[in-house]
């Protein structure tokens, strides 16, 4: 039987670096009606449960050092705890989210006057777009989703504001609406997914880009494993996700477990409540 290679030498390759997050407080938080297959309204879910979750990731992301932004919960919007979808900011310019389902069609315009507030160079989108949801930034590309929610003359109108190349990537499974439920950036560089939730074409453009990528296997998919947020060193991740876990460990990453369980029940992780401001 052979060594792995001593975890020591792999985590001195995983430096971290400081963050900015916007994320919205669940406290109109309900299943109310079903967007995504996740979603059971005679099901339902419980607001203060969602809460209780909500600030225990608030609290991983602040004992990491990184800085916790808050934007205004709204009454009706019970989604709007996913600030993931609310924009794409990359570089202090605001891309706006355009729902693809009327049912959060007003979350758009809240985040995205958040950011007009604050002076923030801000675009209305033209097309339909979920924000980070879809788009997830790397150093030198953009990586993002189409199939179930984001159109891809979003990704011409996102590459086109923000400057950097995006590379649109098709989603084939509908429990994996979004980009961010099946794919996390590690770093700039390099990244972790779950491949079956990919099209043939697209699966080969992330072995050619990622040939050293995370590979995740169903089950951390189905428990919303991939819907992580690493600050380049420390991976936040649910803790159902034990296979995954392990081989991020192995690969010399810091895991911090959480319990959203209230929150999948929408079909959202912690990525889903964490809108990177960079
Ligand atoms: N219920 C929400 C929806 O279907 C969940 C969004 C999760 N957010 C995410 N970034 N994947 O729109």
Redesign the pocket.
């Known amino acids: 039987m052979t060594l792995l290679p001593s975890p020591e030498t792999a985590t001195s390759g995983h430096p971290s670096t400081a963050r900015h997050y916007l994320m919205c407080r669940p406290e109109f938080f309900a299943v109310s009606y079903s967007?995504?297959p996740w979603?059971d309204p005679a099901r339902g879910a419980d607001a203060a449960t969602a809460v209780r979750q909500w600030e225990a990731l608030r609290q991983a992301y602040e004992s990491l050092g990184h800085t916790v932004s808050l934007i205004d919960p709204i009454e009706g919007l019970p989604?709007m705890v996913?600030a993931?979808?609310g924009a794409l900011v990359v570089e202090g310019r605001v891309y706006g989210a355009r729902f693809a389902h009327r049912e959060?069609a007003a979350e758009g315009p809240a985040y995205l006057r958040w950011f007009a507030d604050r002076g923030y160079e801000t675009l209305e989108a033209s097309f339909t777009n979920e924000g980070?949801?879809d788009y997830l930034t790397l150093d030198d590309m953009i990586l993002a989703g189409t199939g179930f929610r984001t159109d891809v003359a979003a990704h011409m109108e996102a590459q086109e504001f923000l400057g950097r190349p995006v590379v649109t990537l098709r989603l084939v499974d509908p429990r994996f609406y979004?980009l961010?439920?099946a794919l996390f950036p590690l770093d700039g560089r390099n990244v972790a997914y779950y491949p079956e939730a990919f099209s043939a074409g697209s699966r080969r453009v992330l072995e050619r880009l990622f040939p050293d990528a995370v590979l995740a296997s169903a089950a951390d998919a189905e428990v919303l494993g991939l819907?992580a947020v690493s600050d380049g060193r420390n991976v936040v991740v649910n803790v159902e996700a034990t296979g995954l876990s392990l081989e991020l460990k192995r690969r010399g990453y810091e895991v911090v477990p959480v319990d959203l369980s209230e929150l999948r029940k929408?079909?959202?992780g912690p990525?889903?409540c964490t809108l990177e401001i960079r």
Request: proline residues 0%; charged residues 25%; glycine residues 16%.
């Open positions: 967007i995504n979603m989604d996913f993931a979808n959060r980070e949801g979004h961010d439920t819907n929408s079909g959202g990525k889903c």
